[in-house]
């Protein structure tokens, strides 16, 4: 065992010296191309984006969170991103650490760098505007900064179509939608707030929260659902997995009092369309549009 860290094995202990050699060699404004550099990546919007811009050959290791695309599932998983093992982050020797800044816990942080490996911390996007700067900024931190300009581009005009789609409902009847999140650490159903994405992607598809509570999200009980009379109800896939249909949902206490389960009205969305903004943020808006509005 080192002196220094004592939880390292002598064989992670080797690996140190190889980390901060490799983050020394960093340039102070962003990664050198090629294939020797070594990211580590807890963010699964910041991983989603990297690969958008076609920058995935510098990835070794994701947050468990992070499944989107498909193949990033490929790459090796150092947890979840809130409860993080120093171990398992200096095992893959990175030449950097990059988050959105939901991160933790601190020890595992600090330990980090105390073996020389530099943490990148880059806002996520918490509104479209600022998802498009985080996409332009991850185009000139990676080094590719046209292909990054060219999706902002196209997420732009799909917006602008999608809104002018979706339009029309902004005078229809506005249905009470209740988005539910499965935690994947604990056994905990989550209600997404106002002021989270999801939220903003309800309001332009001509829905209504049918949660009042500020913060992004909101721990669910039985009484909480049944208060927030939804008439529709979209289930992150996680969750939605465990019961497998429409039907059985009903099952979850506190849904089957609303008037969403007595229509039905239960649909499932991978998690990565709506946690955050993205470019298939447009595609997600028109889908839920037409589910808010069936036949219009």
């Known amino acids: 065992m080192s002196a220094n860290h004592p939880s390292l094995s002598r064989r992670d202990a080797g690996w140190l010296l190889l980390a901060a050699g490799a983050a020394a060699a960093l340039p102070a404004r962003g990664l050198a191309a090629g294939p020797g550099n070594r990211v580590v990546c807890v963010s699964k919007q910041i991983n989603e984006f990297i690969f958008d811009i076609g920058a995935q050959s510098h990835l070794v290791a994701r947050d468990l969170t992070s499944i989107y695309p498909p193949q990033i599932t490929r790459l090796t998983s150092v947890g979840y991103h809130r409860a993080l093992s120093a171990e398992g982050i200096i095992s893959m020797r990175p030449s950097v650490l990059l988050t959105d800044g939901n991160v933790g816990p601190d020890p595992v942080l600090v330990q980090v760098r105390s073996v020389g490996i530099p943490i990148e911390t880059m806002a996520p996007g918490e509104t479209l505007q600022t998802a498009q700067q985080l996409m332009l900024r991850l185009g000139r931190y990676f080094g590719r900064e046209a292909a990054a300009k060219t999706i902002v581009a196209r997420w732009q005009a799909g917006m602008k179509t999608a809104l002018a789609a979706v339009a029309p409902y902004a005078k229809a009847p506005k249905p009470r939608v209740l988005m539910i999140h499965f935690g994947q650490i604990g056994n905990t159903y989550l209600g997404l707030t106002r002021g ?34 939804p008439d529709i109800i979209i289930a992150t896939d996680v969750g939605f997995d465990r019961y497998g249909s429409p039907a059985k949902f009903r099952d979850l206490p506190g849904v089957g009092l609303t008037p969403a389960a007595k229509a039905l009205r239960i649909h499932r969305i991978f998690e990565t369309e709506i946690m955050y903004f993205g470019p298939r943020t447009p595609a997600a808006l028109r889908k839920i549009a037409g589910w808010l509005h069936p036949g219009r």
């Open 196 to 229: 989270s994405a999801a939220d903003q992607i309800i309001n332009w598809a001509g829905g209504v929260n049918a949660l009042d509570q500020m913060g992004g999200m909101a721990r669910l009980t039985p009484e909480i659902i049944a208060r927030a009379a």
